[in-house]
């Protein structure tokens, strides 16, 4: 657990998320025009996220930047293939 919240990772992924609630907070109370730039900007965000998330828990077995660094251009075409599934499932929420 101790690892977890020292990953360099794991504080850009928060700092990010804190600026966005911020963002969203704003433009929904002052600025209602520029509301879906900031809930794009968002999902955006939970999409990164939840790509990291599988990444680093549901194929934890596999180093990524070890195996993108080989070349694997099937390593790549499958983590391609999640985040074309993040992305599709968040376009349609």
Known sequence: MKDFFTNSATKTI???TFFTIIFLVITYNWFVEFSSF????AKGVLGIFLYWVIDKYAVKEIDTIEELRKGNVAYGLF???IAVIIAAAIVNS
């Open 38 to 41: 900031s809930v794009g900007i």
């Open 79 to 81: 983590t391609l293939g």
């Open 14 to 16: 928060a700092i990010v």
